[in-house]
């Protein structure tokens, strides 16, 4: 199994009920795509902390996992993953740092 884990910044604040939207829209897709065992996302987290830290801050968290790399290779190609990407950044400018990896326990 591989997990595709993804933080998503948006670079403004976005109201939470599209933030959920988004989350929504992202998790059909994938599931449409017949290609992921499962997927979990949240939003994140804020402490004051990160008011000191020049890092990117985190709006949600992904997590969606794979039987294997083909299949997350083939996760890429989604049909109407673009669109939904295009959709969003077109409203909501974000960023996406990635990591894809094996089960963490």
Do not use: C
């Not at 199994?1 to 604040?13: L, Q, R």
């Not at 890092?55 to 294997?68: E, F, M």
Request: glycine share 2%; hydrophobic share 40%.
């Amino acid at each position: 199994m591989i997990h595709h884990t993804m933080i998503v910044s948006f670079t403004d604040s976005i109201p939470a009920a599209e933030l959920d939207q988004f989350l929504k829209d992202i998790e059909q897709v994938m599931r449409d795509s017949g290609q992921i065992q499962t997927f979990a996302a949240s939003r994140h987290i804020r402490v004051p902390a990160e008011d000191h830290s020049p890092a990117p801050k985190a709006s949600a968290i992904v997590q969606i996992s794979l039987a294997d790399l083909d299949a997350l290779n083939d996760s890429f190609a989604t049909p109407g993953l673009e669109d939904v990407i295009k959709r969003w950044q077109s409203r909501h400018p974000y960023k996406v740092v990635w990591a894809n990896h094996e089960p963490l326990s």
